[in-house]
């Protein structure tokens, strides 16, 4: 599903250059759970913008699906991201004057989806995640577990190729973070591939894999056995 | 077509209203400036109005012209000779100058502008008493309050009728009292009256304290032959006045031997320079207000633009949430664009309709026109209306841009960092 060889990138800091990712070979399956580790500094967000394309690399390969992704304009990165990604973050990044519904169902807007079928498709995710009653509901209304989770229902909405989470649960407490965890892995469970980005280790031994990320370079890359975070809720 | 895409117009007034606030602030900056324009217009228009209503019933292109003295000697005659016309001159130029539509000779009894004393019953009044033809009312428009104007039968039959003016009414009747068919007495010969007239706000050649007969009857009256004394001429419209002003003062200086360079001979009044002034006047009024209007607008649409500027930089995360989610330039761009066109025409309608409703309020209270108030009937016309918000549309179109093109350069990346 995700290929990567050899990505190097670094930024210009002044006259220093700051070299972030120095070579990274990354291969994800279609259906793989993974967990990208690593300090602060490691790499790890670079990592994941690249992936989201929201950054690009200076060299190496990346390939999405079958689908080369180098040199994108800003309007094609933009289809691409609404066509093959789905995007949680730490700070959940919803739209704080919409409600939880309209949340869902923006980027169904951006892919030309018709109102009533968008309505009703989000609809089915916020029902998935448990929040059908709070569809009316502005985010200032919700629980940090409860934004999180519109959140995951709305990068779910447009059908992603993978599932890409930054920190998802880096601002919630442990049971919430245990809650969200069981959303993602069931969201697994169903086939999707899912890239979390953590630096805690429990969130990370809920995944299948954990890739560790030091210094630009991947140190260490193995199958873990699942923690299904189930029994904590 | 996007304009007709009802979802990015949801996603606009979505928006704006879940920001109502916000929306309020940026709209109040042409709210006034739309107010400030409509009531500027509306004031000129009403300006040009009470002017045209000061000249409504004088003929904009019509001149008045008498005798004066020569200046100039000529063919042996000495100047400061009289010059005084003779009723005939009136067939001689109305043949001459067929650009002439109407000439209306007059004579006055005494001299120009001269005072007669007319009497009644014992009461007396200093009135100018002049000899006209009715087609004087066609250039210089009588408001009659009762009776009737100087008529044809009465310069064929010299018939001793009169027309007043109010002051004349006002010195030789009691208040209340009916003139018409009333007598009075003017040298010597009784007139009836028949009808009066009323200063109607205009201009006034002739002033209210004036006696009108007929030209025919104050020739046999006062024996006055084949004088005359004043011509009240209207000329064919799309002719200039002055070019006719000065072939009737050709005609007139070859016929009574007057030099042709002398100026002063031939006493003349063009009606439409005066008019050619005031709509120049107005016109220049029109334009100032305009100006002020469209500055004030422009400065209006620009915090408009400001405060959009303002919120994008608010709305950095919103926006690069967008991004990530697939929402492409384009998109973000045409949003905040029309964002900006949504909020100028809908500020700039409720500025207009409360201008609209000041101006109501005040033309009730203006009714006819109020002593002083140099307005009548203020009011925008309907291309006014549509020009200006016209310019409103493409001025919010072109200065939404900035703010669109700042919206757009924000990265999603930047804008999804965690602080």
């Known amino acids: 599903m995700i290929e990567i060889n050899d990505l190097h990138k670094s930024y210009k800091m002044g006259s220093n250059s700051l070299h972030v990712l120095k070579g990274i070979n990354f291969k994800a399956e279609a259906g793989e759970l993974v967990a990208i580790m690593g300090s602060s500094g490691s790499g790890k967000s670079t990592l994941l913008n690249i992936l989201g394309m929201l950054d690009g690399a200076n060299s190496g390969e990346y390939t999405l699906d079958g689908v080369p992704i180098k040199d994108l304009s800003e309007t094609k990165a933009a289809q691409y991201r609404n066509k093959f990604l789905g995007f949680v973050f730490q700070s959940f990044n919803l739209i704080n004057y919409k409600s939880a519904l309209e949340n869902v169902a923006l980027p169904l807007y951006y892919q030309g989806v018709p109102r009533k079928e968008r309505q009703e498709k989000a609809l089915k995710y916020l029902e998935r995640v448990g929040l059908k009653e709070w569809a009316t509901h502005l985010p200032s209304e919700l629980s940090g577990g409860q934004k999180q989770r519109v959140a995951i229902a709305r990068a779910m909405a447009a059908e992603p190729k993978v599932l890409l989470a930054d920190e998802p649960t880096g601002a919630l407490d442990s049971t919430t973070s245990y809650e969200v965890m069981d959303l993602i892995q069931k969201i697994n469970d169903d086939g999707n591939t899912i890239l979390v980005v953590t630096h805690e280790e429990d969130i990370a031994h809920m995944c299948k894999r954990i890739v560790h990320l030091k210094d630009g370079v991947i140190v260490e890359d193995k199958k873990v056995k699942q923690v299904r975070a189930e029994q904590y809720v | ?380 016309s309907v291309p006014q209306f549509l020009w200006s918000f016209f310019f409103m549309i493409t001025l919010s179109l072109l200065i939404g841009l900035i703010p669109a093109y700042r919206a757009v350069k924000i990265r999603p990346i930047e804008a999804l960092r965690e602080e």
């Not at chain 2, 019509?62 to 004066?68: M, T």
């Not at chain 2, 003016?165 to 003017?186: N, V």
């Not at chain 2, 004036?210 to 004394?229: C, E, H, L, Y």
């Not at chain 2, 500020?347 to 002083?372: H, Q, R, S, V």
């Open chain 2, 1 to 380: 077509m996007w304009l007709f895409d009802r979802d990015l117009w949801f996603e606009v007034f979505n928006t704006l209203g879940k920001n109502a606030f916000r929306t309020i602030l940026t709209m109040l900056g042409v709210v006034i400036a739309m107010l400030i324009l409509v009531l500027l217009l509306a004031g000129s228009n009403g300006m040009s109005n009470m002017f045209n209503s000061i000249f409504a019933g004088t003929a904009s292109n019509s001149l008045f012209v008498w005798g004066q003295s020569t200046s100039e000697p000529y063919k042996g005659f000495e100047r400061g000779r009289r010059i005084r016309y003779k009723i005939e001159d009136a067939e001689i130029l109305k043949k001459q100058i067929p650009e002439i539509e109407v000439l209306a000779p007059r004579i006055e009894l005494g001299n120009h502008r001269g005072v007669t004393t007319v009497y009644r019953k014992g009461r007396t009044s200093g009135s100018s008493v002049y000899g006209d033809y009715p087609e004087i009312d066609e250039i210089t428009k009588k408001k009659l309050v009762e009776g009737r104007f100087l008529n044809r039968t009465d310069i064929e039959d010299s018939k001793k009728v009169c027309v007043i003016g109010e002051e004349t009414y006002k010195l030789l009747f009691d208040k209340g009292e009916d003139a018409i068919g009333e007598d009075i007495r003017i040298n010597g010969v009784f007139f009836s009256v028949v009808g009066m007239y009323k200063p109607n706000n205009n201009i006034n050649i002739d002033g209210e304290n004036a006696v009108f007969i007929p030209f025919t009857t104050f020739q046999k009256a006062f024996n006055s032959g084949d004088r005359m004394g004043w011509m009240a001429i209207s000329v064919e419209p799309n002719t200039k006045v002055a070019v006719v002003e000065k072939r009737i003062k050709d005609i007139i200086k070859y016929k009574y031997d007057i030099h042709p360079d002398d100026e002063r001979a031939i006493g003349s009044f063009n009606m439409s320079e005066i008019f050619n002034n005031i709509n120049s006047f107005t016109s220049v009024l029109r334009f100032v207000s305009f100006f002020i209007g469209v500055t004030s607008l422009f400065a209006g649409v620009i915090a408009v633009s400001n405060i959009l500027l303002i919120t994008i930089k608010e709305r950095t995360k919103e926006l690069g949430v967008r991004r990530a989610l697939g929402a492409t330039p384009r998109v973000v761009r045409r949003q905040v664009l029309l964002e900006s066109i949504v909020i100028t025409v809908f500020a700039g309608l409720i500025g207009f309709t409360f201008a609209i409703g000041l101006l109501y309020w005040l033309n009730t209270w203006l009714g006819d026109g109020k002593e002083g108030i140099p307005l009548l009937d203020p009011m925008v």
